[in-house]
């Protein structure tokens, strides 16, 4: 039996943005949406990814910077989790992907995921930020766009393909300076249609963007025009395997467009921090009855925040009326993940 949704107004920022809850027991329910940061209250613009970790909530701002880094900079705001500023760091070029390395702690700020891209460091306990690190290949036209670790590996997104030969996810060398990387993934590579189950069709990967890890440990590509996510299993090993999932605009039954961040639910309930952009804000959306190993997107081309049926690909709003939905973060209702007052 389907869930009946009862439509609620929650008002946050000077907009309205509607949500729907899901009435029946044991459905997934939004409790409630708030304006966990502003980009004006830190003199920043267009909240683009978020990064969870060092008991914090990373936000780059990219403040209309050129996304080949001719130009403009970005801020990336550490924040507590109740939505204190702990500092803010200007770095050069759009930071796009935002991530900390759970092994070293360190925050990967990655520039310029259009052309000529670098990588700033940002060291939480020193409160510093490296300059900027080069690749070895450099080009003007594509880029290093996000960044996921795995174990001691660390893979990227490479932007902007033009034909089935270019590589879409790489490798990272250790310990590499300039930073050395090895292509895993190309754009012409076929996968497993997860919502048909057919094998060796093909993925469509001419927008790769965000780089996410699954709770069992694959990669997860998202190609945002496509409306498409790309699953690699094994990732650089002889073992490696690819499946997809197009995600569907109930209303058309076509892929979605603007598909900018996914990330799934690790615990029955617990709260998404989203990026909505064009509204310079970052929304706390706190959610229960969550069923775990459940997908959740940001969807640009219906400005809603949308839970995924992992069988069909289907998208249902859950969050909507926003404007331009970019980064997606889950963390699960622990201890840890009270609100912090502490400095560190």
Known sequence: MNPLFVKQIFRTA???????????????????????????????????????????????????????????????????LNGQVRRIYSIPGYVDGLKVDPRSGLVWAMQNQDGNSTLTLINPKAGTASKPISYAVTSGSRGYDDVVFRFKQAFVSYTNPTGPTDPTIQLVQNGSNPLVVTPILWMGATGTNLATGQANQPTAQNDPDSLKLTPNGDLMLTSGDDGQLIFVAQPGTTKQ?????????????????????AVFAT?????????DTKNNQVLKIDAANLAIGS??????????????????GRVTALVSNLNGPHGLEF?????????????E
């Open 241 to 261: 395997s690819v499946s997809f999932l197009t995600l569907l605009d109930p209303n058309t039954g076509l892929a979605v467009s603007g598909l900018d961040d």
């Open 295 to 312: 997908l959740y997107a940001s969807v640009g081309s219906l400005n809603e925040f949308a839970t995924v049926d992992f069988n069909t």
């Open 14 to 80: 000077a907009i309205s943005i509607v949500l729907a809850v899901a009435s029946s027991a044991g459905a997934q329910t939004v409790l409630g949406v708030s304006t966990f940061a502003t980009g004006t209250a830190v003199n920043a613009t267009k909240p683009d990814s978020i990064a969870l970790g060092n008991n914090s909530v990373w936000v780059s701002y990219s403040n209309g910077a050129d996304s080949t880094g001719l130009s403009g900079s970005s801020t990336v705001v550490q924040y507590k």
């Open 331 to 343: 963390l699960p209702n622990t201890e840890d993940s009270e609100d912090d007052n502490s400095n």
């Open 267 to 275: 615990a029955d309930q617990g709260s998404f921090y989203l990026a």
